[in-house]
């Protein structure tokens, strides 16, 4: 089983860079559909960013677009997202998650439920 561990949240002020990091535990995760989602205090999970086992990405809310940006890097079995701008709206847990049934013909997937590994979240705080 795929597991994952995402690394780089932290606290920030409005205005700073991060770039989190999700890394796979077999090289498996090069064949999946890979997505962030973050979730705010007391707001459902919402997709953020993903990317394809091919490298096409796609993004979640106009609000990230242009400020957020997903890459993957198959040698270090790792997706990353790099974030901008940051914004006090911003601020929530992000999640790493892989679509283990991805194939060539399904197309990606912005929903929850079509992520069946997930890593643990990493808290992101944009705060003065």
């Known amino acids: 089983q795929v597991q994952l561990v995402e690394s780089g949240g932290g606290l920030v002020q409005p205005g700073d860079s991060l770039r989190l990091s999700c890394t796979a535990s077999?090289?498996?995760?090069?064949?999946?559909?890979m997505a962030w989602f973050r979730q705010a205090p007391g707001k459902e999970r919402e997709f953020v960013a993903g990317?394809?086992?091919?490298?096409?990405?796609?993004y979640g809310p106009d609000s990230v677009k242009g400020r957020f940006t997903i890459s993957r890097d198959n040698a270090k079995i790792t997706v990353f997202l790099q974030m901008n701008t940051l914004k006090p709206e911003d601020t929530a847990v992000y999640y790493c998650?892989?679509?283990?049934?991805?194939?060539?013909?399904?197309?990606?997937?912005?929903?929850?439920?079509?992520?069946?590994?997930w890593g643990q979240g990493t808290q992101i705080t944009v705060s003065d």
């Open positions: 990317i394809t086992w091919n490298d096409l990405k796609t």
């Open positions: 998650a892989a679509d283990r049934s991805t194939t060539p013909w399904r197309g990606f997937s912005q929903k929850i439920r079509d992520y069946d590994a």
């Open positions: 077999e090289r498996t995760f090069n064949n999946f559909n």
